[in-house]
């Protein structure tokens, strides 16, 4: 299905975990994730005749139901049932298709699977993706995505290993699917550019947000919601198409090519403000039925790290755990791991600590993409020397793409597959979307912090390992990393701990030690594709750029285009 990936469970641990993604190279990989598996089965030293069950994060069969919901919208839309009918076909001949003969595909890449295949509810995969890896033993739980099956928010009671299901919300009513068709609205892609309209925000007032709030949201008495009108349809938006009564309200839809307006950006803050305040209203009653100030959030809607910022302020909830492939991705670890406990009636032992689940490649690997490109190197011998080497050029202006070990699980670079720059410099927001990312000038970067420096320059309640939660930078330091620091005075930071990531760790620290800054600004080492894996991608990236330095593990790279001939 979409952000198709896998995980491997190993005696109770998660021992890999990949979006397919960043083997096939396509963004959102839909289909079979091959690539994912053989990274798993290799990382594990297993072969699919050690697999004992492959545990999927769907339940094909109970996917009738959006058939039926398509057959229901006849009667106010001819177009919306035409584009829900063959979407739903579409789905059906591929990806539906796919999960029924699973075993046959196994097959084919791998031999045959002695294992059992288990079908599990995607929404109990998203919750156990994150309770079961979170530091809690008790907790409530959320799950709020686009679709799975038929839900599309399921308020769990977690405790152990158990599962408890309080509540459900099933198709239409789905915020994420409401965000996503605001996200077509503005002319971005569906299930894929959320991540700009938040970006998009603060620049907008909110004068839709009222509209949005009593005209197409019903804040039900028992915690729930419901869309009052199909005002937005999210079948249609995925064709470009907009009911007459959405462009009535909103104006003319922007197509992707167009200038992003005022009224762009209003619409983005008026669907921002009410997406959070439905999530704000479900959160209260979740903690009203729970009594426990422990949360786990999942789904694609758990990506919003603005709105996942504001629930400390905004619900009785104080330990808030989401983990970094929060949308559909993350399910693969869910299955895997639910699946194990249910054959192995033991506790949990696995904790996430880190997003560190992907392959690292070796000195040999590195140097082989190197020749195979012709640049040439200088392998620096110590970390000490690579910490200090890095922290000058970056204290200095310079861009440098930083690429160790293991590859992050989930959509965030979290310093092993970065693109790193000094946040003190307000022009380094320009000058990265000038030499490398040529992206919307709207959309933020985010800093990277030593975890105990990071509660004096952004007040955080909690570490926020993922980059998951959006903080008021404190107003005294806003001046001392203007690159990362938003337009209304927020940031996104990765808290770093030393034990989570020593290497990058001392970087920052080194840094700090030249600037008196323990922060670095930190995005994804990708252009206009996944981000990248192998040493390969690594190179290939680079050279589509003007960084200026490429680290790959401890061989130091200068940008070829850069250096006098
Ligand atoms: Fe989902």
Not at 12 to 29: D, I, L, Q, Y
Not at 172 to 186: D, K, N, R
Not at 304 to 332: E, H, M
Not at 502 to 507: A, E, K, M, S
Request: net charge positive; with cysteine.
């Amino acid at each position: 299905m979409h952000d198709a990936s896998a995980a491997i469970v190993v005696d109770g641990m998660v021992v890999a975990a990949a979006e397919e993604e960043r083997f096939s190279r396509r963004k959102h990989h839909v289909g079979f994730p091959a690539g994912a598996i053989r990274y798993c089965l290799e990382e594990s030293g297993a072969s699919i005749k050690d697999v004992d069950v492959v545990a999927l994060s769907w339940r094909p069969w109970v996917l009738g139901t959006r058939v039926m919901n398509a057959l229901k919208s006849v009667s106010f839309s001819r177009k919306a049932f035409q584009a829900k009918a063959s979407r739903g076909m579409g789905q059906m001949g591929n990806e539906w298709y796919e999960l029924f003969v699973m075993k046959r595909l196994i097959k084919q890449h791998f031999g045959s699977l002695t294992g059992k295949i288990h079908y599990l509810d995607h929404h109990l995969c998203h919750a156990v993706s994150a309770f079961y890896v979170s530091p809690f033993e008790k907790a409530a739980a959320l799950t709020v995505d686009g679709a799975g099956e038929d839900n599309t928010t399921v308020f769990w009671t977690c405790e152990g290993t158990e599962m408890k299901r309080i509540a459900a919300i099933k198709i239409p009513h789905s915020l994420g699917q409401f965000y996503a068709a605001i996200t077509g609205f503005l002319g971005f892609k569906i299930q894929s550019d959320e991540y700009k309209v938040m970006g998009m925000t603060p620049y907008g007032k909110p004068v839709y947000a009222d509209f949005f709030r009593n005209e197409v949201f019903d804040f039900c008495k028992d915690g729930t919601f419901r869309m009052k009108k199909r005002f937005l349809d999210y079948h249609l938006a995925r064709q470009g198409m907009f009911l007459p009564e959405t462009i009535k309200v909103l104006g003319k839809n922007r197509l992707p090519d167009e200038e992003v307006t005022n009224n762009h950006m209003d619409i983005a803050k008026s669907a921002q403000v009410v997406l959070e305040e439905v999530l704000f209203h479900m959160a209260n009653h979740l903690h009203r039925e729970t009594r426990t100030d422990t949360l786990c959030l999942a789904g694609g809607v758990a990506l919003n790290c603005v709105a996942n910022g504001k629930l400390y302020d905004n619900t009785p909830f104080r330990r808030i755990f989401v983990q970094p492939a929060a949308g559909d991705a993350g399910t693969s670890v869910g299955a895997a791991l639910y699946a194990y406990h249910r054959y192995n009636r033991e506790p949990r032992k696995y904790q996430m600590r880190d997003a560190y689940l992907g392959p690292s490649y070796s000195h040999q690997e590195c140097v082989g993409a190197l020749n195979e490109f012709g640049l040439s190197y200088r392998e620096l011998l110590t970390k000490e020397e690579l910490c200090s080497t890095i922290a000058a050029v970056l204290s200095e202006g310079k861009l440098v793409c930083w690429f160790q070990g293991r590859m992050e699980w989930g959509p965030r670079a979290l310093g092993n597959r970065s693109l790193l720059a000094d946040p003190r410099r307000a022009e380094m927001r320009d000058i990265i979307n000038l030499k490398v990312k040529h992206r919307e000038p709207f959309r933020p970067f985010a800093p990277s912090v030593l975890e105990e420096k990071s509660y004096d320059y952004f007040g955080n309640p909690i570490p926020s390992p993922f980059m998951l939660f959006a903080f008021k930078v404190n107003p005294n330091r806003q001046k001392d990393i203007p690159a990362v620091t938003h337009v209304d005075g927020t940031a996104r930071p990765q808290t770093v701990k030393k034990e989570a990531n020593p290497l990058y760790w001392n970087l920052i620290k080194e840094f700090e030690n030249r600037t008196g800054v323990p922060v670095l600004l930190n995005t994804s080492f990708n252009v206009q594709e996944p981000i990248v894996c192998s040493p390969k991608d690594a190179v290939a990236c680079f050279l589509k750029t003007k960084v200026d330095y490429l680290v790959l593990n401890n061989l130091l790279i200068e940008q070829p285009s850069n250096t006098p001939t």
